[in-house]
């Protein structure tokens, strides 16, 4: 009788992480650990990309001077405390961010919009205050702003981290004056996006998405077989995918670190349409940490870029969702090579 091979689930996984876990998780994810300003390519077809580089020089220029003599001064820092990198997906903003976060000295942290608003939820608003302050630097990747509650908070928290001396460096695929723009329009709202982007120096980034100049448009479908042929070993899980996104539900977001440590490859059994908003944006969180830690995916069913359904699509959240479809895209094009 052959023998039925047993692999280890996502979904039975309950991560313990505590705060000293979530704040050493806020570095650069593993594939722009060597990001530097030195060895971004700018696409010479798109001048802004060059033009970015030399934004973030002059943005660190003072704490990358050398100290002068007596009677001679460096550079002042910048007029604006945040330099915010705005662009579509794929154009080399996170390298620059990463590239930033290296220069700068001291304590610094490096997250995800979505993580510093999911350590705020876990730890709560006085304690985060307490863990991030003091910080020469607070990196946020992929700075969108959907719901106005978050908005609120974050520019709270950040402008106490500002009066403290903290400076911030942001991407995002919308300008800190478009945030939220067509999608919520209460009046605390908007005056909390001005505020915010008047805290900030804004760049353009023009450019084709790296991810997928060389591949095909779609995620690969490698089949429910595909899946359950991956080795049983500590580095692979293999999970049906509507299990796995009920999990979610009993994991806070800020813990999701702990679902991917030590994990290679994650295969998905008959994946499918979320049911709904509430799921979703639990999925591109656990999408961004599985991204982030360079897992492929194996996954069988419907294709992972068609997992958000239309009306996600076109409500206020469409950012969030294509950044995911170009994610996802990604790694089960990477879960392919390695098959």
């Known amino acids: ?72 001064r460096g550079p002042r820092p910048p007029e604006r405390p945040g330099l915010y990198l705005d662009g579509g997906f794929g154009v080399g903003k996170t390298h620059l961010l990463a590239a930033l976060w290296h220069l700068a000295p001291g304590r610094k942290y490096f ?8 350590l705020v ?11 991030l302050s003091g910080a020469t630097l607070i990196a946020i990747d992929e700075f969108e702003l959907d719901d106005p509650g978050d908005t609120m908070l974050m520019s709270r928290l950040l402008g106490e981290l500002v009066k403290g001396g903290t400076r911030i460096g942001a991407t995002s695929n919308t300008p800190p004056n478009a945030l939220g723009e067509g999608r919520f329009a209460a009046a605390d709202f908007l005056r909390e996006i001005q505020a915010l982007s008047d805290r900030f120096t804004t760049v353009r980034i ?29 580095d692979t899980t293999v999970d049906d995918f ?37 799921e979703a944006l639990r999925f591109v969180a656990l999408v961004d940490r599985l991204y982030d830690a360079q897992v492929r995916i194996v996954a069988g069913g419907e294709p992972l870029d068609r997992v958000f359904g239309d009306d996600m699509l076109a409500g206020g959240y469409r950012k969030k969702y294509l950044r995911a479809t170009s994610r996802l895209v990604a790694m089960t094009h990477a879960g392919a090579a390695a098959r």
Do not use: C
């Open 206 to 234: 023009g450019g084709l998405d790296y991810r997928r100049r060389d591949a095909a448009e779609s995620a690969v479908v490698a089949g429910d077989a595909a899946a359950l042929a991956l080795p049983a070993t500590a």
């Open 121 to 131: 939820g876990a730890l709560g608003y006085a304690e985060a205050v307490r863990l």
């Open 1 to 72: 009788m052959a023998s039925v091979t047993v692999h280890r689930r996502l979904a039975d996984v309950d991560p313990v992480v505590d705060a000293a876990r979530m704040a050493s998780s806020l570095v650069p994810p593993r594939q722009f650990v060597d990001s530097r300003l030195e060895n971004y390519r700018p696409d010479p077809e798109h001048p802004s990309q060059a033009a970015a580089v030399e934004a973030v020089r002059t943005f660190v220029a003072d704490w990358s001077a050398k100290p002068g003599g007596l009677f001679r």
């Open 111 to 118: 997250g995800t919009f979505i993580e510093y608003t999911a």
């Open 242 to 278: 509507g299990a796995l996104v009920d999990h979610l539900a009993s994991v806070h977001p800020a813990r999701y670190v702990g679902l991917v440590d030590g994990l290679r490859t994650a295969g998905l059994l008959d994946v499918r349409a979320l049911p709904g908003q509430t």
